[in-house]
């Protein structure tokens, strides 16, 4: 019997979950910056000159803070079996249908006029069992069901070269990295001695487009990036009773498209609050890495990866 090696139930194959919720916790915090900094109102004269001296004269920072609803669609399912037979085809499958709602934020700093940083970072929370899918389908046999639950997280990196700035107006190339995370832990409807563990974790090199549009009153943002270079590492063991099983899959030819759209209406000279959307759409083939004994042994050599995830949500936005 093989042991669990690589998890303590929350560790990811690249960046352990402790790291990941402290980028977030940080990049969430760097996001309200701006506004505590912005807050005359609400802060003694003295403190607000004091939090000034932080921020050189020239530099722009705009901060955002949202609640999302992320929802959507992830599968992985192997291509063909070890004999290429019709009847084998298409025979294992993951299937997920996550809806969570997420904490996200992200800053952007403009230290030069025709250059901009940004950083970001997304937290799953209040996270809620779901009913998924996983197995093989061979003659008939009914794939079994899970109650899995869910657990996202993700941060980016990314700078922006404004091709044109002015008359409220922005044009920008945009080229950054993220990388997410997407952890699920479970057990079989019936019940039983049992215990799933899936990770699927994404790097991404991005490169894309952003237009901007602002006035005194509102501000509208739309980007569309896309990445034909990225890497997913899906890692799933299952234990079943004394037996253990673990396969990893590595895809990485296909790709990611992905849309972001925001509108902010003004609640004060520097304050926001609007409403964010995305969707994006990844899809991708690859090999097996290698497996153990049990429910993975067949020799599944290809393999399809597929996300179709959304979020919508709330944007408080604070510009100093």
């Known amino acids: 019997m093989r042991t669990l090696h690589f998890y303590s139930f929350g560790y990811g194959e690249w960046i352990p979950m402790r790291v990941l919720a402290s980028v977030a916790a940080i990049l969430l915090t760097i996001a309200v910056l701006p506004a505590c900094v912005q807050a005359q109102g609400f802060l003694p004269q003295s403190v607000f000159l004091q939090a000034q001296r932080f921020f050189p004269q020239g530099m722009e920072l705009d901060g955002s803070f949202r609640m999302e609803l992320l929802f959507g669609s992830q599968m992985l399912r192997a291509l ?3 004999n290429r037979t019709p009847e084998l085809e298409d025979v294992f499958k993951v299937l997920y249908n996550p809806r969570l709602p997420v904490l996200a934020g992200d800053v952007e700093i403009s230290p030069f006029y025709a250059f901009s940083g940004r950083i970001g970072g997304a ?12 197995g093989f389908e061979v003659g008939g046999v009914e794939t079994p069901r899970w109650v899995t639950r869910p657990d996202y997280q993700s941060w980016e990196a990314a700078g922006l070269y404004h091709l044109h700035k002015g008359g409220g107006y922005r044009f920008s190339v945009v080229a950054g990295y993220r990388q997410s995370v997407w952890r699920y832990h479970g057990e079989l409807e019936q019940g039983g001695d049992s215990r799933l563990r899936d990770t699927f974790a994404s790097n991404i090199p991005f490169i894309g487009m952003q237009t901007a549009m602002f006035s005194p009153w509102w501000k509208a943002r739309f980007e569309v990036i896309g990445s034909p270079f990225m890497k997913q590492n899906s890692t799933l063991s299952i234990r079943q009773a004394a037996a253990f099983s673990e396969h990893n899959v590595e895809t990485d030819k296909g790709g990611l498209i992905e849309f972001r759209l925001e509108g902010t209406v003004a609640l004060q000279a520097n304050l926001r609050l609007g409403v964010f959307a995305c969707y994006y759409y990844q899809e991708l083939t690859g090999r097996s890495t290698g497996s153990g004994a049990g ?6 050599s290809g393999y399809y990866t597929r996300e179709s995830m959304a979020s919508v949500g709330l944007n408080l936005n604070v510009v100093y």
């Open 80 to 82: 063909h079996g070890a």
């Open 123 to 134: 937290l799953s929370i209040f996270e809620r069992d779901l009913s998924s899918t996983r």
């Open 295 to 300: 429910p993975f042994a067949e020799n599944l």
